[in-house]
């Protein structure tokens, strides 16, 4: 017998090859579905403040603080905590235990989301009037009026959080199968049932499109939810899923999903809880016209501005990521397992750094372009713009978490994540306190203060992971980073031509012309930034390039 026995690193290497030629096969479908997504949800935040900006400010921000806390429950269990745990512990027991076992894992687990999920409905119906006091404390006693109709509000919004959180898990069921695509589509359901249902409803209860209205955009927000989670349950069907309640929860796999939970609850939705923080603090802000109307729609309409490269780079790579990692890890912190993490954490910086350096430089021309319709004036826009360009500086740390974040969970290391999460938590409080209640500064520090949290929050966690695995492509990834920083100094100065030849006077030209000169500057910078990656050879432009070839022969 002369038979050697196969090379281990070489098994594992093959294995990253393989794990990152299925990233790469899914992340455009994944892509095109999230961009489709995060499009429809900019649609719908036009289309909200546009009908809710200007005199009608003070309830836009209204709705806003009443969706803050089922949206951010959300986070915290549907699309945070209890995804992540669940896609972990759901691929780990596929491979290790074969179909059945993870079948019978995700119906004990749908089950028992099914059950909390409602309990946190019903307690947040009852108690709706202390959670908004509390999120909305500094308009208590000077607004009361708002406050009241934002407890309306929270009331029938609470039960998109039993939806919500039941599409996840579907959508988690088919991720780790290896069904992309309907499950990105999902949330674009959720924009146009909540967009058509919404301004239907709206205009149903108030013609005019003013106060009431925004009940009826309550009530179109429910009928997202369902939509998101129906749409996913075909293709559910097909992967041999056959639902039935199953109580029987002390299980070691139901276990292993709750101990995951746990510290996740907090470290899974950093940057949410944040803007949750930004929520309370906004309201002690007293804007020009001596009124606290405007910082939350601001800061709102910013954030989903951030929300587009975040969920098209950071949430994509990191969806498809997620199973890959899972998988690899169960062979302990092998080569393949750094191999994969990091190359992830390349293609991210890539596409989100360049996001974010231009949306920095160009924050009043975009929010201008997107946002100034309709009820939404240039005051709006100049104070949205504000916080925009804080939101920026901390894009690539968002991405980089919505990453790095889960491999702490692949390796069983949750509470490592837990500890640096309120170590962040706690930089964004203190940074916002002193803004707001120390030195009086504007709604825009309230960005800037989540976007130092979340660079606090990706560098621990990036040194951390380094220590764990003895050498995290330290070297090469630094370089990378100084290839995508002098690429962005070109986008840079690009920008700024552009600034003052073609968007000189932005404001005062039409719309068609704002398109076009925008427009132009955009592709020039992205060009100039691609450009000068492919001087440098830098690895990640020529995969993608690959990539596109591959899918132009294709077809």
């Known amino acids: 017998m002369n038979e050697t026995a196969p090379d281990p690193k070489k098994l594992s290497t093959a294995e990253a090859v393989k794990e990152n030629k299925v990233s790469a096969g899914t992340m455009g479908l994944v892509s095109l579905a999230v961009f489709s997504s995060r499009i429809l949800g900019l649609v719908r935040e036009i289309i909200f403040n546009s009908l809710f900006g200007g005199e009608n400010r003070r309830w836009g921000d209204a709705f806003n603080t009443a969706f803050r806390v089922p949206n951010l429950l959300r986070d ?247 199973p890959a990692i899972s998988r690899l890890a169960t062979e302990g912190i092998t080569d393949a397992f750094k191999e994969t993490l990091a190359r992830s954490l390349k293609l991210v910086f890539l596409m989100t750094l360049p996001s974010a350096v231009g949306m920095a430089l160009l924050a009043k021309e975009i929010i201008g372009l997107i946002y100034q319709h309709g009820r939404f004036s240039d005051y709006d826009t100049n104070m949205a713009a504000l916080a925009l360009q804080s939101y920026s500086w901390g894009l690539i740390c968002y991405a980089g978490i919505k990453i790095i974040q889960p491999a702490f969970y692949a390796i069983d290391r949750r509470y490592i994540p837990l500890y640096i999460s309120i170590a962040s938590v706690l930089v964004s409080a203190v940074c916002n306190y002193i803004c707001v209640y120390t030195l009086k500064l504007g709604h825009h520090y309230l960005a800037l203060g989540t976007s130092l949290s979340a660079f606090v929050n990706f560098a621990l966690l990036m040194l951390v992971m380094r220590s764990i695995a003895k050498g995290f492509h330290g070297r090469e990834l630094t370089l990378n980073m100084l290839k995508l920083i002098a690429s962005c100094v070109t986008l840079a100065a690009v920008v700024y031509l552009g600034k003052v030849t073609l968007l000189t006077d932005f404001n005062h030209h039409s719309l068609v012309i704002q398109i076009i000169t925008l427009g132009i500057t955009i592709a020039f910078a992205g060009a100039a930034y691609f450009g000068m990656n492919a001087l440098l050879k830098n690895e990640e432009v020529e995969d993608i390039k690959s990539l596109v070839l591959r899918k132009l022969r294709r077809r």
């Open 76 to 322: 915290l269990f549907a699309e945070g905590a209890l995804s992540t745990a669940f896609v972990t512990t759901f691929s780990k027991t596929m491979k290790t235990d074969g179909d059945e076992a993870a079948w019978r894992l995700a119906r004990r687990v749908t089950t028992m989301a099914a059950v909390f999920m409602t309990a946190v409905s019903i307690l947040g119906v009852i108690f709706a009037p202390q959670i908004v006091r509390l999120i909305s404390a500094g308009w208590v006693e000077k607004f009361p009026d708002k406050v009241a109709f934002a407890v309306t509000l929270a009331q029938i919004m609470y039960p998109f959080i039993l939806l919500v959180s039941m599409a996840a898990l579907v959508m988690g069921i088919l991720n780790a199968r290896k069904v992309f695509g309907i499950p990105a589509m999902a949330s674009t359901f959720f924009n146009i049932f909540s967009i058509i249902s919404g301004c239907a409803l709206g205009w149903w209860f108030d013609h005019g499109f003013g106060k009431n209205a925004l009940i009826g955009f309550a009530i179109g927000t429910l009928i997202g939810g369902a939509a998101q989670l129906i749409v996913q349950l075909p293709s559910l069907k097909k992967t041999g899923f056959k639902y039935k309640p199953d109580f029987q929860w002390n299980d070691p796999g139901v276990r292993k999903v709750l101990q995951l939970m746990g510290p996740s609850v907090i470290s899974g939705s950093v940057v949410q809880f944040n803007v949750f923080l930004n929520s309370y603090y906004a309201s002690y802000i007293i804007t020009q016209d001596g009124t606290s109307d405007g910082p939350q729609m601001w800061l709102n309409a910013a954030f989903r501005l951030i929300q587009l490269p975040l969920g098209i780079f950071g949430v994509v790579i990191g969806t498809v990521t997620l």
